[in-house]
């Protein structure tokens, strides 16, 4: 009884504005999709923000109608919760599940009023949506139906998309002791870095399976050293944290921290770049340069690099600034960042009021009254 975890694909997410990390982002959710049908699991569980937002672009619709439709002629079906990514704000505004209910019927199953689904009279598969902070008390509620309607069964899963305590320890809005403690597997998203923790003595786990592509910098060290994809558990013999793998997928590669001081570095990285170009998709580059040999480097690198962002070291503060073509908008989404206010709300507002949007009062109102679906953290 094999199943596969995934979450956080966030497909139509585009990053620097291009086309090309658009395209990326689905292409390495189709690579997990031809990994699953290899592997041919039971099914599949999605721990939400399978969208960057709750409106879709037709292309992330589509990506997720041919990866969706691959599991469906295989008769895998898909668990599927919403994240704060994707969940609907509104009735008005229409609802992607929906959509993908009406092609997938019953081989996408949807946890809204239901809060459970029972696999092959085997395994209960319970599962919360994303809340926001406030109204995690009536999660809780959620939590104690699912757990007693779980009692007969002796293969429980349950799906979450929250940030949990200790995973995220300075800003989270449940504790791993909320949950139900004889569930086999706690399948959390929402936290773009992987991790599994045993839990109730070891017979259980609980798990985030990370984002599907790196969606900010931020991610970089973590994709290098644990990789990215989804996991791959099994509850056929006696569960524990042996029971799950790991399954990785390759995403575009990005080279951050680098620092050029003289001539040497300069060529070092060059030949990076190079190598890379020859057999791989052009490289995202974050790097600090002395004065003097920022504007032939800058040049040299426009072609070998998807994306870069260049900053001159200045030699006196020891201290780097950005200066190149970074849209101001980007500025601006680090800036609100570093403040630690909600950079999916203030940027938010602040297109709305650019684009003299009368939609902006509804927006503040909703963000107050908690129907908003942004998190705290913009990268998760
Ligand atoms: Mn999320």
Redesign the pocket.
């Known amino acids: 009884m094999q199943f596969v975890h995934m979450a956080?694909n966030h497909l139509g997410y585009r990053q620097y504005n291009l086309d090309e990390r658009e395209n990326d982002i689905y292409e390495s959710f189709l690579e997990c999709i031809d990994k699953i049908i290899e592997i041919r699991p039971d099914f599949v569980i999605h721990s939400?923000?399978l969208f960057e937002s709750p409106q879709p672009p037709v292309n992330a619709i589509r990506c997720t109608m041919e990866g969706f439709l691959k599991l469906k002629e295989k008769n895998i079906p898909i668990y599927l919760i919403h994240?704060?990514?994707d969940i609907p704000k509104s009735q008005q505004k229409g609802k992607p599940f929906g959509i993908l209910k009406k092609i997938l019927g019953n081989s996408l199953l949807t946890f809204g009023k239901n809060k459970s689904h029972v696999f092959n009279n085997e395994v209960f598969i319970g599962g919360i949506e994303?809340v926001s902070q406030n109204k995690i008390p009536k999660t809780y509620e959620d939590l104690e139906k699912i757990s007693f309607d779980s009692k007969n069964y002796k293969k429980k899963i349950l799906l979450f998309?929250q940030s949990v305590n200790p995973f995220i320890p300075q800003s989270f809005e449940m504790q791993v002791t909320d949950f139900p403690e004889d569930f086999n597997y706690i399948a959390g998203?929402?936290i773009h870095q992987r991790a599994l923790k045993p839990i109730n003595e070891g017979n259980s786990v609980f798990s985030y399976a990370g984002s599907t592509d790196i969606m900010s910098v931020s991610e970089v060290k973590d994709y290098k050293q644990n990789g990215k994809g989804f996991y791959l558990g099994d509850l056929s013999g006696d569960f524990d944290i042996n029971s799950i793998q790991k399954i990785d997928v390759e995403c575009r590669n990005f080279l951050i921290d680098k620092r050029i001081k003289n001539e040497n570095d300069y060529e070092k990285i060059i030949k990076e770049l190079q190598n890379i170009q020859n057999e791989k998709k052009k490289p995202v580059l974050y790097c600090d340069i002395v004065e003097n040999l920022f504007n032939s480097f800058n040049d040299e690198i426009t072609d070998l690099t998807l994306y870069k962002r260049i900053s001159r070291i200045d030699e006196n503060l020891e201290e780097s600034f950005n200066i190149n073509e970074s849209s101001i908008e980007e500025i601006f989404q680090e800036y609100i960042k570093n403040k630690e206010m909600d950079v999916n709300f203030v940027y938010g507002l602040y297109k709305k009021l650019l684009e003299n949007d009368e939609d902006s009062l509804l927006y503040v109102n909703d963000y107050f009254k908690g129907n908003y679906y942004g998190?705290a953290f913009d990268d998760?």
């Open positions: 956080d939400g923000d994240g704060n990514h994303y998309h998203g929402h998190g998760y």
